[in-house]
């Protein structure tokens, strides 16, 4: 079963509007992270939230977290052309290791365009 | 300084040939991740490894898919006979011990087997 799951599956904007994405999980996290991923590539971390926090802040990035509903949701405030990417959202389960072993959802394909 | 780096970018093998996947981890970093993606889909988790703890391969699909780690540093992912669906995107990513849990991935290796 997937652990994160964004929707929408796919967002088309046009530039400057603000684009909204949300991750559902279903196990108690430690925190939860959202990637960046350009062309199939490499991801890129973009923000963590850990599992006390309800709201973080970077730059154009809004995200928020909802424990009770085990739900988060990415904000990207005056979408530029370059914000076109596919966004993942991971989540940290609560576990007793040492390492962050992260589990993605399916992701969101955005388009911006001009 | 210098990320995550991966080798060889692109790989092409016949079906039935053994492949070799390379991890170079940030520096310092005591976790190291390997993950696959499928075309249009999301992360699939194969394996972690974290400081000199048994890795974690609970998501290796299948015996044909094997990975170590030496030194503690450049990990090889191993995938003998492959098969077509074996084709992917196949992801490296290190991150420092808990509480930090960022991941910071490598450019990816991009598997075909014909």
Redesign the interface.
């Known amino acids: 079963s997937q652990q994160g799951e964004e929707d929408p599956q796919a967002l088309s904007i046009q530039e400057g509007e603000n684009a909204t994405m949300n991750c559902s999980y279903k196990t108690s996290i430690n925190n939860l992270q959202w990637y960046r991923q350009n062309s199939g590539r490499g991801l890129v971390h973009l923000i963590l939230i850990r599992s006390n926090e309800r709201e973080k802040h970077s730059g154009r990035l809004r995200v928020t977290l909802d424990t009770s509903k085990k739900s988060s949701s990415l904000l990207i405030t005056a979408s530029r052309a370059a914000d076109t990417a596919s966004y993942f959202c991971a989540t940290d389960s609560l576990n007793t290791g040492t390492a962050s072993k992260l589990t993605f959802g399916t992701g969101t394909r955005l388009q911006v365009t001009l | 300084g210098a990320g995550?780096s991966q080798s060889p970018s692109n790989k092409v093998t016949e079906k039935g040939k053994d492949v070799e996947l390379r991890c170079d981890p940030i520096s310092g970093h005591?976790?190291l991740?390997w993950?696959r993606?499928s075309?249009g889909?999301?992360?699939e988790?194969l394996i972690?490894f974290?400081?000199n703890?048994a890795p974690?391969k609970s998501g290796l699909p299948s015996d044909r898919f094997s990975a170590e780690r030496t030194g503690g540093s450049v990990s090889t992912l191993t995938i003998q006979r492959t098969q077509q669906e074996d084709s992917a995107?196949y992801?490296c990513?290190s991150?420092l011990?808990?509480?930090?849990?960022?991941?910071?991935?490598?450019?990816?290796t991009?598997l075909l087997v014909l």
């Open positions: 995550v005591t976790a991740y993950y993606q075309l889909q999301g992360l988790f972690y974290q400081g703890s974690d995107v992801l990513a991150s011990s808990r509480p930090e849990g960022t991941q910071y991935f490598g450019p990816g991009r």
